[in-house]
T-cell receptor, first 110, second 114 residues
């Protein structure tokens, strides 16, 4: 039962342009959503989060948007940099439960 | 100075063996987790401990037994290893149990069962 879905396994973007990574979830009881970034042979590292009571959270080049009615969130990276090339995991939590998506591999082309 | 460390990084073993993976965090966090990332890249929580007490125990075969000797350590022992146990196992820690708590992950242990 996949409660968090990232339907795009990969994305390529030119350096300087916007990267948009998408995530869908099924459980309306989730109260926090997080994005993690993962480089090869390393563990995921936290990037940005958003509470279910908000619809936008911004941190530097990274902005997460939450659309509760559509059960959809997205991560915008502007401008994209080659160092952003990694796998991005969307995660959702409710109570003590955590669910991760399968990740989207972002490649930023110099 | 590594925040969350796991040993070993790679583990290759035969079916039926028993093995352990160790995890230590030096962040002073109260909560620790074990995740399994399978071949389909699903990152799925297995266990969570808060102050040495089990708070999440997902549907995991009872061949998997976590042990938390203290707040800084959460080890994973696996009995009678099976081919399907091959995966990357990640340990993580966070300050508290709420979903808003950022989790810090270790580098992962790649387990291969032959």
């Amino acid at each position: 039962d996949q409660q968090v879905k990232q339907n795009s396994p990969s994305l390529s973007v030119q350096e300087g342009r916007i990267s948009i990574l998408n995530c869908d979830y099924t459980n309306s009881m989730f109260d926090y959503f997080l994005w993690y970034k993962k480089y090869p042979a390393e563990g995921p590292t936290f990037l940005i989060s958003i509470s279910s009571i908000k619809d936008k959270n911004e941190d530097g080049r990274f902005t997460v948007f939450l659309n509760k009615s559509a059960k959809h969130l997205s991560l915008h990276i502007v401008p994209s940099q080659p160092g952003d090339s990694a796998v991005y995991f969307c995660a959702a939590s409710g109570g003590n439960q955590f669910y991760f998506g399968t990740g989207t591999s972002l490649t930023v082309i110099p | 100075d590594t925040a969350v460390s796991q040993t070993p990084k790679y583990l290759v073993t035969q079916m039926g063996n028993d093995k352990s993976i160790k995890c230590e965090q030096n962040l002073g966090h109260d909560t620790m987790y074990w995740y399994k990332q399978d071949s389909k890249k699903f990152l799925k929580i297995m266990f969570s401990y808060n102050n040495k007490e089990l708070i999440i125990n997902e549907t995991v075969p009872n061949r998997f037994s976590p042990k938390s000797p203290d707040k800084a350590h959460l080890n994973l022992h696996i009995n009678s290893l099976e081919l399907g146990d091959s995966a990357v196992y990640f340990c993580a820690s966070s300050q508290g149990t709420g979903g808003f708590n950022e989790q810090f992950f270790g580098p992962g242990t790649r387990l291969t069962v032959l």
